[in-house]
């Protein structure tokens, strides 16, 4: 068989999976303005991948406002049913009222200096992860907007909040397992945790169900999320959960698995 053959069986039985991409954004980027897409040409990327949904964030709400880019969202996944909305959520007085409006199911947090520029610490940020954990919203952290040490606290604070870290990297084992082990509600995308058999590894430890597939799209390409988890040797309803399952399970919504 060669090689393109091998290639399109692959991809076929992704098309079965359903997959449901955790790291997504969408829209016009100040930053990234090259690789952005509207959501019309990022459903038409996610069809060459075989991803079925994803859950996007807003480009404008991490670089410039996030309720202007909350409402740039709400416009941008009107038409579109395949992308589930990754709401922006600040600590700001009223922020919350005008969040609960929108019925979010889950919310990204941006931390870190070069966005958002708020702490995670009960101080600053108290309100905000009460209303996430009280009414079971999944909070949406990329690993560059949150120190190791702020996430503990954050999750010993708030142990029944889900909480969904991103772009953790190839090389968070040494972080990431103490820190599944000691907290039930944590998960994490598998965009760049990409080095040789590392998923293999990760799934006989702790089984699958703390990990959901990522992309980054559109600034990194699909290609090598889904090649890792096509070609991982692990069994094929741990692949289905990867793909798919968990995600839609934190968001409370239909797997769309068979």
């Known amino acids: 068989m060669s090689a393109s053959s091998t290639i399109e069986l692959a991809f076929a039985e992704v098309a079965d999976w359903n997959l449901f991409d955790a790291n997504a954004r969408v829209g016009r980027s100040g930053m990234q303005g090259v690789l952005a897409l509207e959501s019309g040409e990022l459903l038409l990327e996610m069809d060459r991948f075989g991803i079925r949904r994803a859950m996007v964030s807003h480009f404008a709400a991490e670089e410039y406002d996030a309720q202007r880019g909350n409402d740039l969202l709400g416009q941008a996944i009107e038409s579109a049913d395949r992308l589930f909305p990754l709401w922006a959520a600040i600590p700001d007085a009223g922020f919350i009222e005008s969040l609960e409006r929108r019925r979010p199911r889950a919310v990204r947090l941006s931390y870190g200096a070069k ?144």
């Open 115 to 258: 966005k958002h520029n708020f702490s995670p610490a009960l101080w600053c940020s108290g309100a905000l992860h009460d209303y996430l954990q009280q009414n079971s919203i999944l909070a949406v952290v990329a690993k560059e907007d949150i120190e190791w040490e702020s996430l503990a606290r954050l999750l010993e604070n708030f142990p029944r909040l889900d909480l969904l870290l991103l772009d953790a990297g190839y090389r968070a084992d040494r972080y990431l397992f103490p820190l599944l082990q000691r907290f039930a509600h944590l998960y994490f995308d598998s965009s760049t945790y990409l080095a040789h058999r590392q998923l293999e590894t990760f799934v006989n430890r702790f089984g699958p169900d703390r990990l959901v597939f990522g992309s980054r799209l559109p600034l990194y390409t699909p290609g090598a999320a889904v090649a890792v988890l096509v070609t991982a040797r692990i069994r094929e309803e741990a692949k289905r959960a990867i793909a798919g399952r968990t995600l839609a399970r934190l968001l409370s919504v239909e797997s769309e698995s068979r």
